[in-house]
């Protein structure tokens, strides 16, 4: 099984970043890559994404360090979290399992973009800005 890893520095509290992770229902509303996401039962959910659709059950997740999930029917396996305090900033390490090395550069490109979305909305939060005014679209964002 292939793996990529990506990382991220955001300039947020480790908490406030495992709570945006941590409430599927919040990724429409930040993370680019996702369009729409249901919840199935606890901790499964159906989402919509510009990979495709599929579905992520909820495997581990320990606050604040923590979160993972398996993926069903879509181009990767798994994918999870690693949060870790680097100073006055949070090192957020995103990494994803999947069986066709074809799909690595997509997969490393979307996960790029979701870091950036996730440092984009937790640093906007994190600064005072309301979630209502937050536009994913925009690549620079302030509160």
């Known amino acids: 099984m292939a793996r990529v890893e990506r990382e991220i520095e955001i300039g947020a509290s480790q908490k406030r970043i495992f ?3 941590d409430d599927t229902k919040l990724a429409p509303k930040w993370n680019l890559p996702v369009n729409e996401i249901s919840e199935i039962s606890e901790g499964k959910w159906a989402v919509k994404s510009n990979v495709g659709d599929f579905t992520s ?10 979160l993972s999930m398996r993926i069903e029917g ?30 690595e550069k997509i997969l490393v490109k979307t996960g790029e973009l ?8 937790s640093e906007f939060i994190e600064k005072g800005g309301n979630p ?12």
């Open 132 to 143: 209502d005014d937050f536009d994913k679209k925009q690549i620079t964002v302030t509160p």
């Open 114 to 121: 979701l870091l950036q979305s996730l440092k984009n909305y």
């Open 19 to 21: 709570d945006i992770l």
């Open 57 to 66: 059950t909820r495997t581990e997740t320990v606050d604040p360090n923590k």
């Open 74 to 103: 879509g181009i990767f396996n798994s994918m999870g979290y690693f949060l870790s305090p680097k100073g006055h900033k949070v090192e957020v390490k995103l990494w994803g399992e999947f069986d066709d090395e074809k799909n």
